[in-house]
């Protein structure tokens, strides 16, 4: 079905995807396509317990395989001189330290890697690697978080101390209470590409790898610290990275191995992960047990809220998200309490997934101001509307920018808001009942530092180096949109080199952070290179000179169709090609970091997800009929990847909502549907009709463009809009998810 979108007014006409005629036609080469000479293929073999000690491990018959080069466990494995220091070498990890691939015997989670096979071909060495068998000695593992919160703790730091503003629970003294739990359940992020790492020692000091990660910068100090390499020692390329959500944000075990394989065989060394090993050995989005007091006025005034979060971390090492921290300043309410605690269990460790810990939290939080709406008789926008915050009431700071109010309205009049019944379960269509729900999204509008590079060539054309990778948010195309509308040039002539350490560092693509920090960095060096271009047209003997032009500044000059002319006088002009030749120069070039300034301004982009579906009553099927997006994120720089990038947050949404559930058989530790066919996910036919709206206001303060973050809020909010409408179209309130037939069918 197609979809719609609505740009704000002064949007730009979109410009085609930087790249996507690459992807699309198979041109665009990713880390497992990079081919070397001589080279060795990993592949991983896991523990089949979920937690005890390896008391064996025979490889003879691995080894002795056609085409194996060697068989790598933590009996023989080359010392990671990393693992050695900070901690007593004979202790095995604690709380606090990632997981040390083949350190010693210890077994934490079901599917750790217990030994590496490395053979000469793809299929000699998935065939060696059945031939590797273990015997432990098994512990008591433990899985389930539910009958866990006992041994619940709070995260260390003082940040993650409990949050109070006013009084404790102050919502118990509310006339209208509304006090509910919250059921999240184990989200696997599965990118279309599977975890990979292509490993080369150059020389034993220097090391170039290929691996799938949203930071090489990251990526290249993780590998540094644990090699004890000099970073300018080590090359690291992502250039195409096919999906993350998240999954790329740290350097995980099997990188480390692939690193220590081709140093152990001297030889490059590919290790592509098996799908079912991607949902268990490269993190997750966590389970968590959410519990909301709420309470407010009989006319609709928040009196207090008080949210608690219980989040599973791996009995290795914490992983913290923020749950609970959406809570603290979405809405005016005096009396704001929150408490996060970690539950750790028999698993790999956890990592953000988009809209980390706030698309968690949202659900619980968003559900229960439709519930208190519900209570008290309200239309949940309305609800909403008379709890606004007009500053932050965390932060007590004004908003650098805040259009929620323009989201509820745009949303609400595209969605049709106005047929939506309050009382549930009283529209119908046929043996269908229709329902509407919204939710609300926020995530914090950051700015990180970037350099960018920008070499204006001969032929008139733009080259931008950065070292920020693209995991599919359009990195490249908003690099383009800015540059073209800086310099006056066609998309044709701006071309971007970017995802490789050895380039400009950029910061890694995560939080929502590359447009405004990036962008801001492209913009920053087209603005110097045009203050050079300046300079040069004021030099004796140029023609803006010789027409009697002196001391021209910028804002004198017109960019526009790769030329600059002076815009009292068009007709004085000359091509970016032309002045190169004039000052007998080759190129021109500048180079400038760019980053973020503490401002006295809460800074947050905002969104609400309008969702309109029906429920089969026979069967409990839920169809979603209409979605709208509305997103207040400053200046749109590229409708179209933004455009994008809100349809997948959309469906990403209904993923988390109606499917996505890692289930884990508790008596093994181990998940039972670790592959794609049981392992529910959005497709096409579940996708209906998306509209995405923007504000398009700008934002003065977080940089030059004035445009926010966008790819968290895409997602953040979108299930409890859903959920809100089940329970609008049928009176059930469904508070653990997956929201599946079953639970929604009549009798």
């Not at 081919?35 to 000690?53: E, H, I």
């Not at 350099?451 to 948010?473: E, F, H, I, Y």
């Not at 445009?707 to 609008?728: D, H, R, T």
């Amino acid at each position: 079905m197609d979809k719609e979108f609505f740009f704000d007014k002064q949007a730009k006409d979109p410009i085609e995807r930087v790249g996507g005629r690459a992807k699309v036609t198979g041109a665009a080469l990713y880390t497992a396509d990079q081919q070397f000479q001589n080279l060795a293929y990993g592949f991983l073999v896991g523990s089949t317990v979920a937690k005890g000690r390896i008391k064996s491990i025979d490889t003879k018959a691995a080894e002795r395989a056609p085409g194996v080069l060697a068989v790598i466990t933590h009996q023989n494995a080359p010392k990671i001189p990393g693992y050695q220091t900070g901690r007593d070498p004979a202790k095995p990890p604690t709380a606090g330290q990632p997981l040390r691939i083949f350190y010693n015997e210890e077994i934490f989670y079901y599917d750790q890697p217990i030994a590496l096979v490395i053979a000469d071909t793809y299929e000699r060495v998935l065939h060696a690697a059945k031939l590797v068998k273990a015997q432990y000695e098994k512990g008591v593992f433990q899985t389930e978080l539910g009958s866990n919160l006992a041994k619940a703790k709070i995260p260390t730091g003082p940040r993650f101390e409990d949050y109070k503003r006013g009084e404790v629970d102050g919502y118990k003294n509310a006339p209208v209470k509304v006090e509910q739990e919250y059921y999240h359940p184990i989200e696997v992020h599965n990118p279309m590409e599977l975890g990979n790492t292509l490993a080369h020692w150059e020389s034993d000091q220097k090391l170039m790898v290929y691996t799938k990660t949203q930071g090489v910068e990251a990526t290249r100090k993780s590998i540094s610290d644990a090699f004890k390499l000099p970073p300018e020692n080590i090359t690291v390329h992502a250039e195409q990275i096919g999906g993350a959500f998240g999954m790329g944000l740290r350097t995980w075990p099997y990188e480390i191995a692939a690193v220590m394989g081709a140093q152990k065989v001297g030889r490059p060394l590919k290790l592509v992960l098996h799908r079912e090993q991607m949902f268990t050995n490269v993190g997750y989005r966590p389970a968590t047990q959410q519990k909301i007091g709420i309470g407010a006025t009989p006319d609709g005034k928040l009196v207090g809220i008080t949210h608690e979060a219980y989040a599973n971390t791996s009995s290795y090492e914490e992983f913290t998200e923020a749950t609970v921290n959406l809570t603290q300043f979405l809405y005016a309410c005096p009396n704001v309490t929150t408490r996060y605690r970690l539950v750790p269990l028999n698993m790999c460790t956890p990592i953000w997934m988009r809209g980390p810990g706030e698309a968690t939290g949202s659900f619980a939080l968003e559900s229960a101001m439709d519930e208190l709406a519900f209570a008290l008789n309200l239309d949940p926008i309305e609800l909403r509307n008379r709890n606004h915050a007009d500053v932050d009431p965390e932060k007590n700071q004004p908003w650098s920018s805040k259009y929620l109010t323009e989201c509820f309205q745009m949303g609400a009049e595209k969605i049709g808001w106005k047929n939506r019944k309050l009382q549930p379960r009283t529209a119908q269509e046929g043996d269908w009942l229709v329902g509407y729900g919204m939710g609300t999204g926020a995530f914090g509008a950051m700015r990180w530092a970037a350099t960018v590079k920008a070499r204006l060539q001969p032929d008139g054309s733009l080259l931008l180096q950065c070292s920020v990778n693209d995991m599919g948010p359009g990195t490249a195309t908003m690099m383009t949109a800015v540059a073209t509308e800086a310099m006056g040039l066609t998309p044709a002539k701006v071309r971007i080199q970017m995802g490789s350490t050895g380039l400009p560092p950029g910061p890694t693509q995560g939080g929502s952070n590359v447009t405004a920090t990036v962008g801001a960095a492209v913009n920053d060096v087209c603005t110097a290179l045009k203050e050079q271009i300046a300079t040069l047209l004021s030099k004796e003997g140029s023609r803006f000179h010789t027409a009697n032009v002196h001391g021209v500044k910028v804002d004198d000059l017109l960019f526009a169709e790769g030329a600059v002319s002076l815009k009292q006088n068009p007709a004085i002009k000359m091509t970016y090609t032309e002045l190169l030749q004039q000052n007998g120069l080759s190129v021109l070039e500048q180079t400038r970091e760019s980053k973020g300034q503490q401002q006295q301004y809460s800074m947050y982009s905002f969104s609400v997800h309008f969702v309109k579906l029906r429920v089969h009553k026979p069967t409990g099927r839920i169809k979603i009929d209409h979605v709208v997006s509305c997103a207040d994120a400053g200046t749109i720089v590229s409708p179209t990847t933004a455009a994008s990038q809100m349809i997948g947050g959309a469906v990403g949404g209904i993923g988390m909502a109606m499917m996505e559930d890692l289930v884990i058989d508790h008596r093994f530790g181990r998940p039972i549907n670790n592959n794609l066919a049981d392992y529910h996910v959005p497709v096409n036919a579940d996708i209906p009709n998306v509209d995405v709206v923007f504000v398009g206001k700008k934002d003065p303060y977080i940089n030059q463009m004035g445009s926010k973050g966008l790819g968290e809020i895409a997602l953040i909010g979108m299930a409890p809009a859903i959920a809100n409408a089940v329970f609008n179209a049928t009176g059930k309130r469904i508070r653990t998810l997956p929201i599946t037939p079953d639970k929604l069918m009549e009798g």
